[in-house]
């Protein structure tokens, strides 16, 4: 008797074992369900906010080259230098070309601004011709109605400012601005180039300067050693 008391009361009931079994089983089920969703999530806003950042970037791309192009246009003035000054008389050896000192440190800036910018001897020579033309190689302060400076740029017709058209880099570069984009430019005839560009009254005025603008082009090479001012 005392056994038999003794195993049943070892013995669990079924009650309590399918209680057990009811609180145990769901609760581990239930946290890996949630736990999968909690990991499912996050993942799932990852891939969302990647796409998302991909549209916008698809999206402002297009701005971005444009800003960037205003940029390096603003810096490619900003950045050019003019030329050494030469004072006293200048002269090319071996030919007689001779300058005054503002005259050969104009030139020189005309030229090196056309280089700095990767154009060719023919885009230097054309501008050289034509600022002889328009000023004699001069940073005039007047000039036919508003024009002024080397080429004679007119602020009115949207070259600049009177202070920047007076600036011989500046006016350089905007002269260069335009002549690249005239067709043919490297193989048409000088006058008719430089007219495209000044648009002046004198259309033909230009072609005599040309034999002087090649000479002083040269001279003004890089590693040349023709030109000496005293």
Request: hydrophobic fraction near 40%; include cysteine.
């Amino acid at each position: 008797m005392s056994s038999t008391r003794t195993a049943a009361r070892r013995r669990p009931s079924r009650g309590s074992a399918s209680r057990g079994t009811r609180r145990t089983t769901p609760r581990r089920t239930r946290r890996g369900a949630v736990a999968g969703r909690r990991r499912a999530r996050p993942r799932a806003g990852r891939r969302t906010r990647r796409a998302g950042s991909g549209t916008a970037a698809a999206r402002w791309w297009p701005a971005l080259l444009v800003a960037a192009a205003v940029f390096a246009g603003v810096a490619w003035h900003s950045a050019a230098a003019p030329a050494p000054v030469l004072v006293g008389t200048c002269s090319v050896r071996g030919t007689s070309l001779m300058l005054t000192g503002e005259q050969a440190t104009n030139a020189a800036t005309i030229a090196r601004v056309g280089r700095d910018r990767g154009l060719s001897e023919r885009a230097v020579v054309i501008a050289l011709a034509t600022a002889q033309q328009e000023s004699r190689l001069r940073n005039l302060d007047y000039g036919d109605r508003d024009s002024l400076g080397l080429f004679q740029q007119r602020p009115s017709q949207g070259w600049g400012t009177p202070a920047q058209v007076r600036d011989p880099v500046y006016a350089a570069g905007r002269f260069y601005d335009h002549l690249v984009a005239v067709p043919h430019w490297q193989t048409g005839r000088l006058t008719d180039v430089a007219q495209t560009v000044q648009r002046s009254g004198f259309p033909l005025a230009y072609q005599k300067w040309e034999p002087m603008a090649v000479t002083l082009a040269r001279a003004l090479a890089p590693r040349a050693t023709t030109l000496t001012c005293r």
